[in-house]
């Protein structure tokens, strides 16, 4: 290494650590720190209510960030998302319903721990591990932020504008959702990002006249009409309490007892933690995977590197340790590809790279190297909201519960008077509210047709980078811009990973035939 | 010995399977025209204008057209014409119940442009509650605690000023609507 490149290298660490101590100070400092705690505690009780995702909490998060600085809108916006999946997981393990998509794993152990008379147990272990994953990711995230600082150079227009496609692929494939419908539904949110003035000719594409629509279709209300008024909707249709049976409060001293004794273990087994938080963490930096079935694969992993592996699904606490580690850590793998190439990779990235917009700040190169001490804030925020979750959640455990027996014709009208005036505040627009309503009926409709409405957000929100990249990658390439190097290495990955899947899924049907 | 399906559930089953795929068939409908219309609304744009969504539009309808071919290959299994057509009858309960709340979403709209933004959440909360059939007192409580959340956090904390009305925006002396 020559001396040059050593000075260059130590600047480049020195400038990290800077931005890690700036971060940290930041995220525990009085302007900040609130935020953070008010955005944990709203997630947790979020993730306790069964029917409201992490998407939910984001969403409706988002709608404050117009009046927040970017340090404490950031901390308030990952601080909700989390500590969701902590609020999911007490509500899998007490009453068999999980908080949220993610937690579905937890059910398979967590519930006959319950049975057995081990609640508190379940609860610990969870929470602890849900705290041990997230921090693993975090820790993650900040050392792959020097990797991506370099790996980002090499992307421009060109390369983008296709990894755009590459990640909606994968998102449509990879997710629970049917590819073919996916695909549709990321299409048409590419399509949705058209609506407006077009910056390079200044006309005016598909606004049917109305002056409303001459800056496009606001991100603010297409997030809450797609996972808020949604949600309300599918709610008020469903009907009944959230929660099918009523909570039996647990006796509180025993059940303190037994979350200590259950953080204890989750500390006591740290190398399945470790293993499992990997695969989270793995997967996260995957677009479109998302951290239900990472909290599965590590599900299975626990199960098969068990000494008892009989024992798994009757209660074995292995079986609630590795899924809710795995969960936690999806969340570092994600965001380092959301902010290294501001492609989100699941609809809670797409949420958060929306309040990023919000808050005036750029995603990529900019975001990395000027910026790093917002970047160390999240990380921070992960780590201090999850821990947040985890401390309230142990001590709160009988009055966090009682919140699914809610019944959902009152919570219904409340949140739509809230989401509505969400809506609005943004531009302060009766339209916008107008909009949310519309996009609540779209999103129900998908929901219920089995469209990918991740697919469709995040097709949103790349629709302007897609847009700006092609024509950048146009004039400074030509038409053949697809031929060089790295392009065609991502758009031959793109073709080949849907063509197998194609095939996969023609093969399967001819056989069920 | 296995249990046999019960015949009822089976039905129901049946039904509501047969209600999704009515459904799909009608949104594949219409985002299948909206998508031709703004392909036509597109070809009067300048074409720096016009690439952009047509290299988006052309997989779409591609991928529309392949969908619409499996749903037609699967509708003797179903008979969407009558699932619609009962849906219509109000003989639908799911269909109705989101009939339901989107008239009152709209409603709550109207409401906020001319009662203004806390009357209209008050009202249509309270609509909404005792059409769910909540008590009143229940209703009012839990519309006035709403009202209230609503104006401490957004107008007092974060000091964004709602939308007061048509009415009082008029006695205000405002005339442009």
């Known amino acids: ?513 | 010995m296995s249990e046999l399906p019960d015949p009822n559930e089976q039905e129901k089953e049946k039904r509501r399977r047969g209600n999704i795929f009515a459904l799909e068939v009608c949104f594949l409908a219409f985002v299948g025209l909206i998508v031709v219309a703004a392909f036509f609304e597109a070809t009067s744009y300048a074409i720096v204008s016009s690439r952009t969504p047509f290299v988006i539009m052309v997989p779409l309808f591609l991928l529309i057209v392949v969908h619409a071919i499996r749903l037609w290959a699967a509708r003797h299994e179903f008979d969407p014409r009558a699932r619609i057509a009962e849906a219509f009858s109000g003989a639908t309960p799911g269909f109705n119940k989101v009939l339901q709340i989107s008239a009152m979403m709209v409603a709550l709209i109207f409401a906020i442009w001319v009662l203004g933004h806390y009357a209209g959440v008050f009202l249509i909360s309270l609509i909404l509650m005792r059409m769910a059939g909540e008590k009143w007192m229940l209703a009012c409580v839990t519309a006035v605690g709403a009202t209230l959340f609503i104006y401490v956090v957004f107008e007092f904390l974060f000091d964004i000023r709602l939308y007061r009305g048509l009415i009082i925006r008029y006695f205000l002396g405002f005339r442009d609507f």
Not at chain 1, 452 to 474: C, D, H, P, Q, T
Not at chain 1, 482 to 504: E, K
């Open chain 1, 1 to 513: 290494m020559t001396r040059r490149g050593f000075f260059r290298g130590r600047a480049k660490i020195m400038g990290i650590i800077e931005g890690m101590m700036s971060g940290f100070f930041q995220s525990i400092s009085l302007a900040v720190f609130p935020y953070l705690f008010v955005g944990a505690l709203f997630g947790l009780v979020i993730g306790v209510i069964p029917g409201l995702s992490g998407h939910f909490a984001m969403a409706m998060a988002v709608t404050f960030l117009y009046q927040l600085e970017p340090g404490p809108g950031i901390a308030f916006l990952l601080g909700a998302h989390a500590t969701v999946a902590q609020g999911g997981g007490l509500t899998a393990i007490l009453f068999s319903t999980p908080g949220t998509g993610q937690n579905a794993a937890t059910l398979l152990d967590g519930p006959p721990m319950r049975d057995k008379g081990e609640a508190g147990i379940a609860v610990g272990a969870a929470m602890a591990s849900c705290f041990l994953g997230a921090t693993f990711g975090a820790v993650v995230l900040a050392l792959l932020i020097p990797v991506m600082r370099e790996v980002v150079l090499f992307f421009g227009p060109p390369e983008v504008f296709v990894l755009a496609f590459l990640a909606l692929t994968f998102v449509a494939v990879l997710g629970k959702e049917d590819m073919t419908r996916s695909l549709i539904a990321a299409m048409l949110g590419l399509l949705l990002a058209m609506i407006g003035v077009d910056n390079v000719t200044n006309t005016f594409r598909f606004t049917m006249g109305i002056e409303s629509l001459g800056d496009g279709l606001n991100l603010v209300p297409v997030i809450l009409g797609l996972f808020a008024i949604a949600e309300m909707i599918d709610l008020w249709v469903r009907g009944g309490s959230l929660a099918k049976d009523m909570p039996t409060a647990l006796s509180a001293k025993d059940t303190q007892k037994q979350i200590f004794q259950g953080i204890g273990m989750a500390f006591k087994k740290w190398w399945l933690v470790m293993r499992c938080s990997a695969i989270g963490t793995t997967m996260g930096l995957i677009p479109g995977l998302g951290s239900a079935p990472a909290s599965f694969v590590a599900y299975g992993h626990a199960k098969q590197t068990a000494k008892d592996k009989d024992s798994f699904g009757k209660g074995n606490i292995e079986g609630v340790i590795g899924p809710e580690a795995a969960n936690d850590a999806v969340e570092g793998g994600a965001l380092a590809s959301t902010l290294a190439f501001g492609i989100p990779g699941s609809s809670s990235m797409a949420i958060l790279l929306s309040g990023l917009f919000i808050l005036g700040l750029e995603t990529g190169p900019t975001m990395l190297n000027d910026q790093v001490d917002l970047v160390f804030i999240m990380i921070f925020t992960i780590i201090i909201g999850n821990l947040i979750g985890t401390v309230f959640g142990m001590f709160l455990v009988n009055p966090l519960s009682r919140a699914t027996s809610i019944r959902g014709t009152v919570l219904v009208p409340i949140l739509i008077a809230v989401i509505a005036t969400g809506a609005f505040s943004g531009d302060r627009a009766i339209f916008d509210i107008g909009i949310a309503i519309v996009f609540g009926i779209i999103g129900y409709l998908m929901k219920i047709l089995n469209y990918s409405r991740a697919a469709m957000l995040i097709g949103f929100v790349l629709g302007f980078a897609v847009e700006k990249n092609l024509y950048l990658a146009l004039l400074l390439d030509g038409p053949l811009f697809i031929l060089q190097p790295i392009p065609m290495g991502l758009a031959i990955v793109t073709v080949l990973f849907l063509a197998w899947n194609i095939f996969t899924f023609i093969r399967a049907r001819k056989g069920a035939m």
